[in-house]
């Protein structure tokens, strides 16, 4: 069962354009990660989010953290091809003494030049 | 090498069947986990190593799952009597530590192994 969110499941913009991924949990994790995937490939870490409120930029990409720390947002501004991809949220959780992630169900972004 | 290796990276069976998979984590990496993704989707958990000691496999949909890394390196997945439902993305991931500093530690993930149940 996801426990994470997101928001839309599919987007297909033009180069140049700016588009939010939205990422809603239904509990509390201990951070927040975003991942990008590309075919045929595992998951990447772009960023780690840990303290409600946080904003973290990574170039042309903005990541914010809930108050709540239960939803998060990734920003990208001036979309170009090669940020073509599958988009993950993911909880981590420390209570096993290890970090156990859960992933989000997905945004898959195409960028037409 | 310097990632995480996987092979095979696609494997074809028949409904039944019996197949491995493997991962080599990254040299010196001692936590090691295992998922699961079906197309569009996210990974899903399947077990977590601790060196060779396998410390959570609630993940695993079915006993006829199993994983094991005897030396506490390799790893190597087995399905038996394969399922159409098993088709799906297999990804292997390793972590340096189990924790890390400030309590987060990066997992670096595989190519994963593409499974097809015919």
Redesign the interface.
């Given at each position: 069962t996801q426990l994470l969110e997101q928001s839309p499941q599919f987007l297909s913009i033009q180069e140049g354009e700016n588009l939010t991924v939205y990422c809603n949990s239904s509990s509390v994790f201990s951070s927040l990660q975003w991942y990008r995937q590309e075919p045929g490939e595992g998951p990447v870490l772009l960023v780690t989010v840990v303290t409600g409120g946080e904003v973290k930029k990574l170039k042309r990409l903005t990541f914010q953290f809930g108050d709540a720390r239960k939803d998060s947002s990734l920003h990208i501004t001036a979309a170009q091809p090669g940020d073509t991809g599958l988009y993950l949220c993911a909880g981590a959780d420390y209570s096993g003494g290890y970090q156990k992630v859960t992933f989000g169900t997905g945004t898959k972004l195409q960028v037409i030049p | 090498g310097a990632g995480?290796s996987q092979s095979p990276r696609y494997k074809v069976a028949k409904r039944g069947q019996d197949v491995a998979l493997r991962c080599d984590p990254i040299s010196g990496h001692v936590?090691l986990?295992w998922?699961q993704q079906a197309l569009?989707?996210?990974?899903?958990?399947l077990t977590?190593f601790?060196n060779e000691a396998q410390?959570?496999k609630s993940g695993l949909p079915s006993d006829r799952f199993f994983a094991e890394r005897p030396e506490g390196s390799v790893s190597t997945l087995k399905i038996q009597r394969t399922q159409q439902e098993d088709s799906a993305v297999y990804?292997c991931?390793s972590?340096l530590s189990?924790?890390?500093a400030?309590?987060?530690?990066?997992?670096?993930?595989?190519?994963?192994t593409r499974l097809t149940v015919l």
């Amino acid at each position: 069962t996801q426990l994470l969110e997101q928001s839309p499941q599919f987007l297909s913009i033009q180069e140049g354009e700016n588009l939010t991924v939205y990422c809603n949990s239904s509990s509390v994790f201990s951070s927040l990660q975003w991942y990008r995937q590309e075919p045929g490939e595992g998951p990447v870490l772009l960023v780690t989010v840990v303290t409600g409120g946080e904003v973290k930029k990574l170039k042309r990409l903005t990541f914010q953290f809930g108050d709540a720390r239960k939803d998060s947002s990734l920003h990208i501004t001036a979309a170009q091809p090669g940020d073509t991809g599958l988009y993950l949220c993911a909880g981590a959780d420390y209570s096993g003494g290890y970090q156990k992630v859960t992933f989000g169900t997905g945004t898959k972004l195409q960028v037409i030049p | 090498g310097a990632g995480v290796s996987q092979s095979p990276r696609y494997k074809v069976a028949k409904r039944g069947q019996d197949v491995a998979l493997r991962c080599d984590p990254i040299s010196g990496h001692v936590s090691l986990f295992w998922y699961q993704q079906a197309l569009g989707q996210g990974p899903e958990f399947l077990t977590y190593f601790q060196n060779e000691a396998q410390l959570d496999k609630s993940g695993l949909p079915s006993d006829r799952f199993f994983a094991e890394r005897p030396e506490g390196s390799v790893s190597t997945l087995k399905i038996q009597r394969t399922q159409q439902e098993d088709s799906a993305v297999y990804l292997c991931a390793s972590s340096l530590s189990k924790r890390g500093a400030g309590g987060y530690n990066e997992q670096f993930f595989g190519p994963g192994t593409r499974l097809t149940v015919l």
